[in-house]
């Protein structure tokens, strides 16, 4: 508990000591409010656009909880069917990496095209975004299981189904909460590119907008509010992999 408070004290004083330090150098250099401005102004936006900003952060908190969960699903479904059918990984693994390295900025506008400037290809784009690294993280999981453990389950007449939810699952748990939590983070990026390419809201519309009327702590207000939407979403996977998991993986700390 000690630990914990240290911890996050920390943090707390070293973003203070970087925003002090921002401040005063906006004052001595006197940079432009246009170029760079002060933590003070964008705390001051923050406030006086606050509703403005909120709706356009529910829009795309929507985007990003969507493509998330999509995109995890999905990825989980596959890595189990590859971890079942080992033909399938020499299949699909081209394809999966294909589909993450080709950038997803380049592909967008065609999302765009297809299904229009609503939702569905925000959540599309969000949702490759966040797939691969749990379809990567899960295949390798369910892979680490020693090979004696599933003969001694195979002599005991445990079926392919028994092994993968006794033995197997319970393996790639933990290679699975790892893969959440950064695809959430990617899930943030997904719904920004997403809207940078076609949106009349959200918060990479605003974003676009603000940055097109040199309105940079507006920006810097959105991109403040972005992470911290990326940053606690990532801590409530933390805390949902503690609390379900307490039990098997942190029993020794």
Request: net charge positive; glycine share 6%.
């Amino acid at each position: 508990m000690k630990t914990s408070i240290v911890y996050y004290t920390q943090i707390i004083v070293s973003l203070i000591g970087v925003f002090a330090f921002w401040q005063l150098a906006v004052l001595i250099f006197e940079i432009p409010s246009y170029v760079l401005p002060m933590p003070t102004k964008i705390l001051t936006t923050l406030f006086i656009q606050k509703q403005y900003l909120i709706k356009h952060s529910m829009v795309t908190l929507v985007e990003i909880l969507l493509g998330f969960g999509i995109g995890s699903a999905f990825g989980f479904v596959l890595a189990l069917a590859i971890s079942s059918f080992r033909f399938l990984e020499k299949v699909l693994y081209p394809l999966l990496i294909f589909t993450q390295v080709t950038p997803k900025i380049a592909v967008a506008p065609l999302f765009i095209i297809w299904f229009g400037y609503g939702l569905l290809p925000k959540v599309i784009i969000t949702a490759l975004m966040s797939f691969f690294p749990v379809v990567v993280n899960m295949v390798k999981g369910l892979k680490q299981v020693h090979p004696d453990l599933v003969s001694l389950m195979s002599s005991l007449s445990a079926t392919k189904k028994q092994i993968l939810y006794k033995i197997r699952l319970p393996s790639a748990m933990p290679f699975l909460f790892s893969a959440l939590k950064v695809s959430i983070t990617l899930s943030v990026i997904g719904a920004v590119i997403g809207e940078f390419v076609g949106a009349d809201k959200g918060l990479g519309y605003v974003i676009m907008v603000a940055n097109a009327n040199l309105e940079t702590s507006l920006v810097f207000a959105a991109l403040t509010i972005l992470c911290f939407i990326g940053t606690t979403l990532f801590l409530i996977i933390g805390v949902i992999e503690k609390t379900l998991f307490k039990k098997y993986y942190y029993q020794i700390s």
